[in-house]
């Protein structure tokens, strides 16, 4: 396939709510839209992930904005490939940069499967018409406020409900959930906010038979969660800590989680997460699709990863309506008593509207043959 221009739009879409972590608070998603066009002006679309401040992990989205116009879209431009799984290679000269490298890859396999008149799932391998998917619920003011908004989640039918914790609003704020909404599939996110030092406070959390408990220690800190999973009983999920098939070996082989959650843009696209899968799968390891608060198109991709086999557990792909007043894909992303219906059309499934879009477009940028720098990487 040849690749002729790549198109960065660039936008800012105002939650409903505002989103907290241990990390901080978010109101406005800067969200990257990608898009591929083939010679003959089909396109194909990917979804670049990145924070806006570099809290969740290294990148931010300004960086991969630059590192998308300055080496990976004219990478794409420059060579031709004949499958998506040959733009993880290409991109090999180019250390970590995930996020940017995936959602360039991304577009890339949306106009594959486009190209080749199949569904994005079908493109990946994946057999499921259905999933799964549960939702993620940010700190709140008061553990009052977040009783209600698990009431609401529970009573829309979401298969399991994720909350997030820090030092302090932990242990207390699960007995009350637990104590309130009873045996619900439960489980708690830290973003990496807790130490060893704690051990107490999550050997506290046994009592509560939590699903898994996610990313408790730092990201770069196998080690230590190996140590931890030694010393409870709920089972320890990394996200943060995955950022690379190798993380995923290193975690296996170590002990350092029995589950995982796959984030397509942290481990650096489709083909990454699918390795990840397949080793996974082979070591009896469940995984589940993480959710970066994306727009439509992400949510679209996270749908296709988790038709294959070993997404066992309910992902983070809640409905468009979770955050946004209005997606930018037609039709949007609905969730119903936590089913997401994965559909039929080609590629991701859905329309990017760009006249739904252009309420929160800041700027587009357009790379071309003609902005392949001169430089021996390139070739
Ligand atoms: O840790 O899974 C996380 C959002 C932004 C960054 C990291 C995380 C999250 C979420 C929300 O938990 C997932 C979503 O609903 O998209
Ligand atoms: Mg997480």
Redesign the pocket.
Known sequence: MKITEIRLHQLSMKMKTP?T?SFGT?QDRFITIVEAIDETGRSGFGECVS?EDPL?SEEFMDASIIAMKKYFAPMIIHNEIDHPDEVWELFKPFKKNNMAKAAIEGAVWDLYAKQNDMTLAEAIGGQKTQVEVG??L?LEETDELLLEKVKEKVDEGYKRI?V?IKPGRDVDMIRRIRDRFGDIPLMA?A?SAYTLDDIETLKALDAFDLMMI??PLAAGDLIDHAKLQKQISTPVCL??SIDSYQAALGAIELGSCRII?V?VGRVGGITQSIKIHDLAQKHDIPLWC?????AGVGRLHNIAITTLGNFTLPG???SSS??WYEDIITPEVVAKDGVVQVSSAPGIGAEVDFDKMQQYLKQTDVITEADVPDMNFYN
Request: glycine share 14%; no cysteine.
């Open positions: 989103f972590t978010q924070g969740y939702i993620s940010g994720k997030k996110d973003n996610e990313q996200d943060e959650n984030k993480g959710g970066m608060l994306e983070d792909t809640a979770r955050y």
